[in-house]
């Protein structure tokens, strides 16, 4: 008696226990978990096997990136919706980012009027499901604007309408491989510049305007390398054929609304982010900036903003990946995303539930987790040391 | 230039410099303080006049409230026909529930803010009444709405739909996600590698995919992994995936609040005698809680605002019953008064509660005082 009283008195051994103990409950439920999908797989005659991913899915998508008929294989048509989804996360990032930077600036600024609008359309947009901001977009662009014979025309050249939005397209000619190696040889030059400068500083402190001379570098070197090899790209122009646009880039409906809905709501989530961010820098920062006798411009960019980023960009990145994983609601609209393709049209041709959630889930799953691990290391990179 | 000479301690007291205060002061320092602040307010105004001038428009003036079709409002004005809305009024708040029956509904959303009351105003007089009343209420709620008892009426799962399904769904989750997501950020932080594996595991899991995901799982799935034979309502699925879902994102918050206590904190209570359940009752969780509330609500804002994602997987929510209306070939194409509607209600509602959020932190902030 005094024996097991005194092993459950004993913190370690009282820990083992209790551990064990789980560890017997977590086996007793996985294994009554797979006993029960056994006995229903049994029961309906279904086993588990990933041979339907190389049959001919035998469904069209009208937004690829990659070449795709219906005769391919559930695996393509599955690689198909991750670049999709891929797709529309990298325009909604774009949107979001700058709509929201721009807006948690504002929010900032003295202008009484500037700052509630932007407090006003934060509330609006977060407060509202993204799901209805999806629907809602595409009401708009299938509803309101015009069929593609009466489209709004932007300069003749790009189209708007309830079909989509139609872009010219640029085809490249032979001699445009100047012109990449051009803006290969920028951005080497403009990275090693800007290390040299850096140190260069760092030893005499004499400052080069590094920013501009690399923008400068990386938008004239492929411009005269496109001039040198004879302008080797043509642009290809959307033109009204029968019913429908012909040529040009398309932005089906579902990819613009999506795009649109998912920039919009995230940008009001980083628009607080940003907001936070400067505001969590000691006031102290500033003034001191502000008292040896720098610039405003210069208190931003190289007091606050480079300590505003530590605090920002964490979350940030998780805005982005909510942005990606929001994109899945694309099924509700119909673009062709992962979700939509692997978990929806193939689910529900091959039956087979199990395996293409789990393949689903797998993916986001590892971009996620690849995404927090990126994020793990970039804090303990920028953490603030004590000393 | 007369200058007048005073005696030590005698000077009047000088006006402020002119144009810094009133009306004239404020304008001047809030909206125009420079040129670049100027034309800011320039373009805010522009933009804020053809906005409002639209919206008033659009919304009441040119709008037709009662019709029999898209094509009947079109013929009396332009503006937007919210006889989709009116028409089906009854439809959005409560679905396909009987409508004999609704005042059931009408009764039990009133009285949930009397059961919610006492939890979420701790001042209220008689609270400790009140709070058996809480404790009483999902009894109460759940024999009101689905019948069955005393006499009432029984009504099937499938009936339910609109603004009372997002009510169901969204209480019933952040009811049973908060304690679930507790536990969860007190098993992340446990000793015990066992306990904390299993709570990263199943945090990392739930955060790391899609709702919609969970809900396809929840709803083609979840009967494969219980025994042959058994089968639950959809609804009950649904609130199960909701539940786990926020509850990994609560744990997460939570644990950035269990994070933050100092150090001393757990020395002091260890110096105590306290164990481990006394720590966590006496010590970390309150002043954890405390820090994580705005973390918290967001969090049920989010979970919130996903009920509507139910609509994927065919329940009726408002989004479910407007999308309904707009099949019907007499409404089609009126999505945007349709959504603007719901998102009206979502708006309204998430407002509230982030304003009571706002409330309570500095209600709760002791610091500062």
């Given at each position: ?68 008929n219906n005769r391919d294989s559930h695996l393509r048509a599955g690689i198909v919706g991750l670049l999709n989804t891929g797709l529309v996360a990298f325009f909604g990032i774009i949107l979001a980012t700058v709509l929201g930077i721009a807006l948690g600036i504002i929010r900032l600024s003295k202008n009484w009027l500037a700052s509630k609008i932007a407090y006003w359309y934060v509330e609006f947009t977060r407060n509202v499901p993204i799901l209805l901001h999806i629907l809602l977009w595409h009401g708009i662009i299938i509803n309101t604007l015009p069929h593609p014979r009466k489209a709004i025309s932007l ?233 | ?369």
């Amino acid at each position: 008696m005094t024996f097991f009283s005194n092993i459950w008195r004993n913190e370690k051994s009282r820990e083992l226990i209790v551990q064990i103990i789980v560890l017997f409950f977590l086996g007793w439920f996985i294994s009554w978990l797979v006993m029960n999908v056994n006995a229903n797989f049994e029961a309906l005659g279904k086993d588990i096997s990933f041979e339907f991913l190389f049959i001919p899915a035998g469904y069209d998508i009208n937004q690829y990136l990659i070449d795709y008929n219906n005769r391919d294989s559930h695996l393509r048509a599955g690689i198909v919706g991750l670049l999709n989804t891929g797709l529309v996360a990298f325009f909604g990032i774009i949107l979001a980012t700058v709509l929201g930077i721009a807006l948690g600036i504002i929010r900032l600024s003295k202008n009484w009027l500037a700052s509630k609008i932007a407090y006003w359309y934060v509330e609006f947009t977060r407060n509202v499901p993204i799901l209805l901001h999806i629907l809602l977009w595409h009401g708009i662009i299938i509803n309101t604007l015009p069929h593609p014979r009466k489209a709004i025309s932007l300069g003749e050249v790009t189209f708007l309408s309830n079909r989509g939005f139609y872009i010219p397209k640029p085809l490249t000619e032979t001699g445009i491989e100047l012109v990449y190696l051009f803006f290969v040889i920028a951005i080497i030059f403009s990275i090693l510049f800007a290390k040299y400068c850096k140190r260069k500083q760092d030893l005499t402190g004499i400052q080069y305007p590094v920013f501009w001379i690399n923008v400068s570098v990386i938008c004239f070197l492929p411009l005269i390398a496109f001039f040198i090899s004879g302008m080797p790209v043509s642009l290809e122009i959307p033109a009204l054929k029968g019913f429908n646009f012909r040529g040009g880039m398309h932005m089906s409906p579902e990819l613009a609304a999506l795009t649109f809905a998912l920039g919009i709501y995230t940008a009001a989530f980083i628009a607080e982010i940003v907001r936070a961010g400067i505001l969590a820098i000691d006031k102290g920062q500033r003034e001191a900036a502000e008292s040896i006798g720098l610039k405003p411009s210069k208190v931003m960019n190289l007091v606050i903003l480079p300590q505003a980023r530590r605090v920002i960009i964490p979350p940030l990145t998780s805005q982005y990946l909510n942005l990606t994983k929001n994109s899945s609601l694309a099924i509700a609209i119909g673009y062709m995303d992962l979700v939509a393709t692997l978990g929806g049209i193939s689910l529900n041709q091959t039956g087979r539930e199990m395996e293409t959630m789990l393949i689903v889930m797998l993916i986001y799953l590892s971009v996620s987790l690849s995404i927090s691990a990126l994020m793990n290391w970039y804090n303990s990179k920028v953490k603030l040391v004590g000393r | 230039m007369s200058e007048k000479t005073y005696k030590p301690g005698n000077y009047p007291d000088l006006p402020p410099p002119p144009g810094t205060v009133g009306v004239y002061g404020w304008i001047k320092q809030n909206l125009f303080s420079s040129i670049s602040n100027s034309l800011l307010t320039i373009i805010s105004v522009v933009l804020l006049y053809y906005l409002i001038d639209g919206i008033i428009g659009w919304f009441f003036l040119d709008a037709v409230f009662d019709a029999d079709s898209k094509i009947a409002c079109r013929k009396i004005d332009n503006g937007a026909c919210w006889a989709v809305i009116t028409r089906r009024v009854g439809q959005f708040v409560y679905g396909f529930y009987p409508e004999t029956e609704r005042w059931r509904i009408d009764i039990t959303f009133l009285t949930m803010f009397v059961a919610f009351a006492p939890l979420l105003y701790p001042d209220i007089p008689k609270r400790k009444w009140l709070l058996y009343f809480s404790v009483f209420y999902p009894f109460f709620a759940f024999v009101l709405i689905m019948g069955g008892y005393f006499g009432l009426q029984k009504i099937e799962y499938s009936l339910f739909g609109g603004f009372m399904l997002t009510v169901i769904l969204g209480v019933c989750g952040i009811v049973c996600s908060l304690p679930l997501g507790i536990l969860l950020a007190l098993g992340r932080q446990s000793n015990l590698t066992v306990v904390r594996t299993l709570s990263v595991c199943f945090i990392e899991f739930m955060r790391g995919v899609p709702l919609i995901t969970l809900l396809f799982v929840a709803s083609s799935m979840l009967n494969y992994f219980l025994p042959p034979g058994t089968n639950f309502s959809i609804l009950v699925r649904v609130i199960i995936m909701f539940t786990f879902f926020s509850a990994a994102y609560i744990a997460e918050v939570i644990r950035g609040g269990i994070q933050a206590i100092p150090k001393g904190q757990y020395e002091a209570a260890d110096a105590l005698g306290m164990n481990y359940w006394q720590k966590t009752r006496f010590i970390t969780l309150p002043q954890a809680l405390k820090i994580s509330i705005p973390g918290i609500v967001n969090t049920f804002i989010g979970l919130y605002k996903d009920t509507t994602l139910v609509v994927v997987i065919g329940l009726l929510d408002p989004l479910g019953i407007g999308r309904a209306a707009l099949a019907d070939t007499k409404w089609n194409g009126l999505s945007t008064e349709t959504y603007l509607f719901v998102a009206l209600f979502f708006f309204v509602s998430c407002f509230a509660m982030s304003r009571y959020s706002l409330w309570l932190e500095n209600k709760l902030n002791t610091d500062k005082k």
